[in-house]
């Protein structure tokens, strides 16, 4: 079974920094990764998916992620930070079952951008 | 352009009383759906998935269940609710051509 982990429970960073959220996978066979971002009381947002290609994707609002395949992971970055990417964010693979095309999420990382 | 739509957005139910909560998607036909629980702000499990009319796989045993009278309408249900069936419920739905899911805005039960 393909499981996704989130190594950090938050990461803090300065307004105007690079800011890096971590994500590594484990599945059988040619991952679909994705990466999406929640705000408080509200539903996921998708952000940017990698599927075959370019090791590296670029997704909404600035940011970007690098597929790794020999360290399997996926980092989430964005060279800027800005406050309002101050949020909830989740790593995500695809099942490989056909039919059943769900999704397993990691724990999620608080991002935290200071002014 | 396709939507989702969850309600309500909030819910507050005593322990024993049944539930309803209503997805619907427009825009698509034949997603494949799904009904998400958040618990504790954190980690999403996946509860039901349906890949077409009266078609519903659940993931895990549990007091819940899950219907899709109609293609675009998918509805989470529960005779009696039970404290643990607390939570952040989120419905998503799959566009096949892009492979990504859409998720609602979520409904947040709370059991008292």
């Known amino acids: 079974a393909q499981s996704v982990a989130q190594p950090e429970d938050q990461v803090n960073v300065a307004e105007g920094n690079p800011l890096t959220v971590k994500c590594t996978y484990s599945?059988?066979?040619?991952?679909?990764l994705f990466w999406y971002v929640q705000y408080p009381n509200r539903g996921l947002q998708f952000l940017l998916k990698?599927?075959?290609?370019?090791?590296l994707v670029k997704g909404s609002y600035g940011f970007e992620a690098e597929f790794n395949k020999s360290q399997t992971s996926f980092h989430l970055k964005k060279p800027s930070a800005l406050v309002s990417d101050s949020a909830l964010y989740f790593c995500?693979?695809?099942?490989?079952?056909?039919?059943?095309?769900?999704?397993?999420f990691g724990s999620g990382t608080r991002l935290q951008v200071q002014p | 352009s396709q939507t989702i739509h969850q309600w309500p957005a909030t819910l507050v139910q005593p322990v024993g009383s049944p539930l309803s909560l209503e997805c619907t998607v427009e825009?698509?036909?034949?997603?494949?759906l799904y009904w998400y629980r958040q618990a504790a702000g954190r980690g999403l499990q996946l509860l039901f998935y349906?890949?077409?009319?009266?078609?519903i796989s659940s993931e895990v045993p549990q007091n819940l269940s899950a219907s899709r009278p109609q293609d675009r309408q998918f509805i989470l249900s529960s005779k009696k609710l039970l404290l643990s069936d607390s939570g952040f419920y989120l419905c998503?739905?799959?566009?096949?051509?892009?492979?990504?899911?859409?998720f609602g805005a979520g409904t947040r039960l709370s059991v008292l």
């Open positions: 990698y599927i075959t290609g370019d090791n």
């Open positions: 995500a693979v695809r099942d490989m079952d056909t039919g059943r095309r769900a999704l397993t």
């Open positions: 825009g698509t036909s034949n997603p494949n």
């Open positions: 998503a739905w799959r566009d096949r051509a892009k492979n990504i899911q859409y």
């Open positions: 349906s890949v077409g009319i009266g078609q």
């Open positions: 599945v059988s066979g040619n991952p679909y």
